[in-house]
């Protein structure tokens, strides 16, 4: 059957469908992605207080075997734990920085701005 312009209803039908399928299309491509995150805050901390740990501890080994190689009593301990605080220092900033900057896995990307 068809109407006073010559089209058939069945072709308005298909434009509608076909408009329908293309909205919905594109509302599925507005959706917020949802983004899972492995890693707990509990394991994160652990990850950072491992690493200044370790790096202190080093730090201070070493300024304990420099004390006994020249007998330079705790001068260089002092310097190890020193050298030791300030490396895990950046060691923690650094670990921090890749969860914070999207380059990581800690944090989605940015979303797009349309």
Not at 20 to 48: C, M, W
């Amino acid at each position: 059957m068809s109407n006073p312009n010559g089209n058939s209803s069945n072709s308005d039908a298909d434009d509608l469908k076909t408009f329908s399928d293309k909205l919905e299309a594109t509302k599925k491509s507005h959706e917020p992605k949802v983004f899972q995150n492995d890693r707990s805050g509990i394991g994160a901390g652990l990850k950072y207080a491992s690493e200044f740990s370790a790096a202190v501890i080093v730090g201070a080994f070493l300024g304990y075997g420099v004390d006994k190689l020249t007998d330079s009593g705790p001068w260089g301990m002092i310097a190890g734990l020193l050298l030791g605080f300030g490396a895990g220092v950046l060691n923690v900033v650094r670990a921090a920085k890749e969860g914070m900057d999207g380059s990581g896995t800690d944090l989605p990307p940015e979303p797009d701005e349309d």
